[in-house]
């Protein structure tokens, strides 16, 4: 039987982690002009996002999201343009989603899509971690063991008068997070995962993403839709 194909045929992405030549050091700058990633981000690739919903009201800011991993962590940063840098909240386990932030959710076995794990970080580099459930409960008593974090501002925070040039952010995350669901990747592992990013203030916000969940209002969980990241040597 033929089957048309809707919009949710689409394709999700597919990015491959490749190694890093040696330990990140995790100041939440990139290196080079940012948009480079010259320096401990030059091998890898780049995730550009897109902005799924043309009825959202805030500026489209590119945002460039690139992955490493070693024996040690999964490192993860983020190269944002923004001309009004924002942020209020400051302590663990704060909804850091509501200000300028970026995310990063992780299904270590993308065979189920009951439960993946969540990172939400804002621009003053304070961490929002979760255990997620049904895409729906947010179990944010998990905390994640030894991430390093650090975030990198081209402007002035909380100051609305003045044109700002963008922010960066770094995370090196631990393996041993996730052991109680898969075992550390070797060569050919493949996980799933989404990157997203929160935007603006409001009435005008913007979420914009890696892979689109296709979602009608902005909304990130849909681990079936999240991308593979494929860890090569
Ligand atoms: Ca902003
Ligand atoms: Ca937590």
Same mark, same amino acid.
């Given at each position: 039987m033929l089957v048309s194909c809707s919009a949710l045929c689409a394709q999700t992405p597919r990015y491959e982690v490749k190694r890093a030549a040696k330990p990140i050091v995790v100041d939440g700058k990139i290196g080079?002009?940012?948009?480079?990633?010259?320096?401990?981000?030059?091998a890898a690739g780049k995730i550009d996002f897109g902005f799924?919903?043309?009825?959202?009201?805030?500026a489209k800011q590119r945002t460039t999201a690139r992955l490493l991993w070693d024996d040690e962590f999964l490192y993860v940063s983020y190269d944002c343009d923004d001309t009004d840098i924002t942020a209020q909240f400051t302590q %663990? +386990? #704060?909804?850091?989603? %509501? +200000? #300028?932030a970026v995310e990063i959710f992780i299904n270590?076995?993308?065979?189920?899509?009951?439960v993946y794990y969540g990172l939400e970080m804002n621009v003053r580099a304070v961490l929002y971690d979760y255990f997620a459930v049904n895409a729906?409960?947010?179990?944010?008593?998990f905390q994640f063991d030894g991430v390093q974090l650090a975030a990198d501002i081209r402007g002035t925070l909380n100051m609305s008068g003045d044109k700002d040039d963008g922010w960066s952010l770094e995370v090196a995350i631990p393996w041993r997070n996730f052991e109680e669901r898969a075992a550390r990747p070797t060569p050919g592992t493949v996980w799933t995962a989404n990157l997203n990013r929160w935007d603006g203030t409001e009435p005008n916000r913007r979420l914009s993403m890696?892979?689109?969940?296709?979602?009608?209002?902005?909304?990130?969980?849909?681990p079936e839709r999240f991308g593979e990241l494929v860890f090569v040597k």
């Amino acid at each position: 039987m033929l089957v048309s194909c809707s919009a949710l045929c689409a394709q999700t992405p597919r990015y491959e982690v490749k190694r890093a030549a040696k330990p990140i050091v995790v100041d939440g700058k990139i290196g080079g002009d940012g948009k480079t990633g010259a320096g401990e981000w030059a091998a890898a690739g780049k995730i550009d996002f897109g902005f799924p919903w043309d009825f959202q009201t805030g500026a489209k800011q590119r945002t460039t999201a690139r992955l490493l991993w070693d024996d040690e962590f999964l490192y993860v940063s983020y190269d944002c343009d923004d001309t009004d840098i924002t942020a209020q909240f400051t302590q %663990r +386990d #704060d909804p850091t989603y %509501r +200000d #300028d932030a970026v995310e990063i959710f992780i299904n270590p076995v993308p065979s189920q899509i009951a439960v993946y794990y969540g990172l939400e970080m804002n621009v003053r580099a304070v961490l929002y971690d979760y255990f997620a459930v049904n895409a729906k409960h947010f179990l944010k008593r998990f905390q994640f063991d030894g991430v390093q974090l650090a975030a990198d501002i081209r402007g002035t925070l909380n100051m609305s008068g003045d044109k700002d040039d963008g922010w960066s952010l770094e995370v090196a995350i631990p393996w041993r997070n996730f052991e109680e669901r898969a075992a550390r990747p070797t060569p050919g592992t493949v996980w799933t995962a989404n990157l997203n990013r929160w935007d603006g203030t409001e009435p005008n916000r913007r979420l914009s993403m890696w892979t689109d969940p296709r979602e009608p209002k902005p909304w990130p969980h849909k681990p079936e839709r999240f991308g593979e990241l494929v860890f090569v040597k």
